[in-house]
């Protein structure tokens, strides 16, 4: 029912809302400082919708599934920078993990795909190349494995660099326009297996269903490969986006490792680079 309803209403939105308006992500040039949080339209119905729905509700954490009802969790509230509304996220008493907004987490692949296309078309990341190449020598590479930069997206030199060393890294990439990089793949059919490693860097923040995700990375990955995953969001922090719905707290890494059939080998802090090492078992 609630899929059916944003459909509709998106539908709506998208036909009756000016351009400008549909367009809430901030041009490329502009600093994070400088947005602001106007709601776009859809997102108000959206928010109105789940202000009514919500209440009583049990929210169910997607790292260990644990099901609380909504009213028992403590909560961060936060306001979307890219005019998504209210962010409303609980803290898992399980594994520590902090997820939400619900409103997003129970939208489908469909919906998300265009939510993502959208945001990209006006606004690109800034160039991370420096802690790519960070997270991809924790695997500790070999020159005869092949490697994937999973949602590499389409602003940093990683992948031509590290081929110019002689490895035979590719990337992944379904989202952000890609097509000037013949070794960013943008179909999963299309990714070589089985991989001797896989790294992202602020990728699994964005994972709507980290289970689901790291179980099809188990199957990708050749027994004791390892995968490396760097993001800010160890922590909870950058909190002012609706495309964060997973912060992986307090024990989640090790509780969604030993879920999907890897497990936790190293992990790296400094400053807001913070990177997890994940072993294939």
């Known amino acids: 029912m609630i899929r059916r309803w944003v459909a509709t ?3 709506k939105s998208s036909e009756t809302v000016p351009a400008e308006t ?3 992500s901030p041009s490329v040039v502009a600093p994070l400082t400088a947005l602001t949080p106007v709601v776009n339209p859809f997102w108000q119905e959206v928010d109105a919708r789940y202000a009514v729905t919500l209440p009583g509700r049990r929210m169910t954490c997607p790292i260990c599934d644990r099901s609380e009802v909504r009213e028992s969790l403590q909560m961060r509230i936060d306001q979307c920078a890219f ?13 520590g993990c902090i997820y939400g907004p619900a409103k997003y987490l129970d939208m489908d692949h469909g919906f998300i795909a265009a939510d993502y296309a959208q945001l990209y078309a006006t606004y690109a990341e800034g160039n991370t190349t420096q802690n790519e190449v960070r997270t991809f020598r924790a695997l500790r590479p070999r020159q005869d494995g092949t490697y994937v930069n999973w949602g590499c997206g ?3 030199q990683t992948i031509n660099d590290l081929r110019a060393e002689n490895y035979d890294v590719w990337g992944y990439e379904p ?3 890609t097509s000037h990089n013949e070794f ?10 089985p991989l001797a490693g896989l790294f992202s860097n602020n990728v699994i923040e964005h994972l ?14 050749a027994p004791g490969a390892r995968m490396a995953h760097a993001t800010p969001c160890y922590h909870y922090v950058f909190s002012f986006t609706r495309f964060h719905v997973v912060f992986l707290t307090g024990d989640a890494p090790e509780v969604l490792a030993e879920r999907t059939g890897f497990r936790v080998v190293a ?7 913070r990177n997890c090492v994940f072993e294939r078992l």
């Open 154 to 156: 389409a602003w940093n």
């Open 267 to 273: 992990r790296e802090e400094d400053g807001d680079f």
């Open 22 to 24: 549909q367009q809430a």
């Open 208 to 221: 709507t269903k980290p289970v689901e995700e790291f179980r099809y990375f188990h199957s990708i990955l």
């Open 184 to 193: 960013v793949l943008q179909s999963k059919t299309r990714i070589p297996r």
């Open 175 to 177: 989202s952000a326009q």
């Open 9 to 11: 209403v998106f539908k």
């Open 83 to 95: 005019g998504g509304g209210r962010l409303e996220r609980y803290v898992c008493p399980g594994c």
